[in-house]
């Protein structure tokens, strides 16, 4: 049973590039945070406690269990996202690139995370990536952005029109 375990495990990460595959945790800082608020993005600078608590929220909903998906954010779909008056969805920036661990090689190395929180693609409860101008390819299911979208609402962050 050990040999079997330990030969999936190695064929798992040979094929994910990721020896931590098997860790669910998500625990990072983005660089730039912005929330495309029904055709008006607001920006959050790290010293905010906005920030803290928006990007506090996202790890927790990260680190929880992930199912990748083949659909992909088109570009057209992103710039929907980034200005599109019936639209809320939260961009949030890394450098370094971060990686999002599971079992499957995607999202091994992004620069920005997208997660759509009211409009096109919201109620999947989706994130997608990105690395520079390329869209990674599918996205991941999350368990649930509820607590995310209650924070934004509850702080008067964006307000649906």
């Not at 929907?80 to 661990?101: G, K, N, W």
């Not at 499957?104 to 109620?123: C, E, M, N, W, Y």
Request: with cysteine; aromatic share 12%; proline share 5%.
């Amino acid at each position: 049973m050990a040999i079997v375990a330990s030969v999936f495990y190695l064929v798992t990460a040979l094929n994910t590039g990721d020896a931590a595959w098997f860790r669910s945790n998500f625990d990072e800082t983005p660089s730039q945070m912005i929330l495309h608020c029904y055709g008006t993005d607001v920006v959050f600078e790290p010293a905010e406690a906005e920030y803290a608590g928006i990007n506090e929220l996202v790890n927790e909903a990260l680190s929880g269990g992930k199912r990748w998906d083949p659909l992909t954010m088109s570009v057209s779909t992103y710039q929907d996202y980034l200005r599109h008056p019936q639209m809320m969805t939260l961009e949030l920036r890394y450098a370094p690139p971060v990686r999002l661990h599971s079992a499957v090689k995607f999202f091994s190395r992004v620069d920005t995370l997208i997660i759509p929180l009211d409009g096109r693609h919201a109620q999947y409860n989706l994130v997608f990536g990105r690395m520079g101008d390329e869209v990674n390819a599918g996205s991941f299911h999350i368990e649930s952005f509820d607590e995310l979208r209650s924070y934004i609402t509850a702080q008067g962050l964006c307000v649906k029109p």
